[in-house]
């Protein structure tokens, strides 16, 4: 591999003249019909050549990822993680766009607060960030955020996440609003009542252990009823970090319907099962938990049949001090951008449970499309937003080496194949091992 780059500077504009030339990898974009070995130039931040190469085996290069459900604790606890940080660990996962949450302290539920981080994003992220507004005020659920006036600054979409709507009334209002407003409803699907006391999925594993349980209809019967409000109202809908079967088979007979709806999961929910917390570890302590093995064969194959049309992280970092605690008192979270496709390649596609192709769709023109954000490709003129990866090379996940202020992840320790080189966002150079 050769690759050769003039400097540049995050997020300046580039340089006139630069350039950056990409030889010796497999390049694959799905989208585009791209799965060849080439060389790839990019120019003052676009893609300006694509031509025949001899590929180096293990070298990949695809459309860099998007992640649509990241935790940036932005404002309020910047001492787990903030804009930076959290950017420049999404650039080191191979992340060219990422789109955070508004469960900060203040919420994000007003366009002053929406347009403060937005300008902080602008002078201060590594790769570009899109901010979703909180449906109701406080994400309290009993009142509508201006969704107007959110939408007139620039929000990404809308989620109380971390919380659900639970009044089916105020959730139809806001369906209707976002008719004239637009965004997107993105829904953290929980029926509180079910799901209370729970600090893992209800099952064989939490009566032995003597843990409270979560059930999985806590889920998929809100995933049902907001399904139904959302093709009532011919408006589109997205399923935040799906993890039951149940779920799955609700959207996938929504969609069948013509419901204009949408779904994501998280790697930990494609790569675990209850089993894993018979070791307390607090790391996996998730919300929504991980579930039984047929929850996640569900979830694989609802990714690989496009049910699930995005992969997300869910990237929640907490402080050190928070999960070193008995299990039932630590909160709920792991990071997960630095570690998302390395896991998935090694879990999923190494094995053969899910093609490459797929994988990477997932993780880039799937979100992307969900939430109508330019795709990345890879193609004469489009902008530069790359990963390049090596397949082959083996690494093993700890603290000391990632870019998030928090290290809270159940990967602590493990060995993952295929490590990410290098990212280009917006075509500049964002990481480079």
Known sequence: MTVAAARHTLFAPAAPGSSLVIEGARVVDPGEGIDAALTVTVEDGRITRLEPGTPEPGLLLAPAFVDPHVHLRTPGREDEEDIVSGTEAAAGGGYCAIL??????????????LGSLIERAEAEARVPVGFLAAITKGQQGAELADLGELADR???GFSDDGRPVVSASLLRR?????????GLIALHEEDPAL???????????SAELGLGGWPSI????????????????????HLLHLSARESVDELR??????????G??????????????????????????????????????????????AVATDHAPHARHEKEVPFEEAPFGVTGLETAFSVLHTRLVVPGVLPLETLLERMSAGPARIYGLERPRIAVGAPANLVLADLRRTWTVGAAGFRSRSTNSWLLGHTLSGQILMTLAAGHLAFRA
């Open 195 to 205: 799901s209370r006391g729970g600090h893992m999925h209800e099952g064989a594993v």
């Open 174 to 182: 806001a369906l209707q609003y976002t008719a004239a407003t637009g």
């Open 100 to 113: 955070a949450m508004p469960n900060t302290e203040p919420v994000v539920d007003s366009a002053a607060v």
């Open 264 to 309: 994501e999961v998280t790697p930990h929910h494609l790569c675990l099962t209850d089993e894993a917390v018979r070791s307390l570890d607090s790391n996996l302590k998730m919300n929504p938990p991980v579930r039984a093995e047929e929850d996640r064969l569900a979830l694989v194959e609802g990714l690989r049949d496009g049910t699930i049309a």
């Open 154 to 156: 620039g929000v990404a």
């Open 218 to 237: 806590a889920e998929s019967t809100m995933v049902a009823r907001d399904l139904a409000l959302a093709g009532y109202e011919r408006r589109p809908l």
């Open 253 to 262: 007979r929504a969609l069948a319907a013509g419901v204009e709806a949408s």
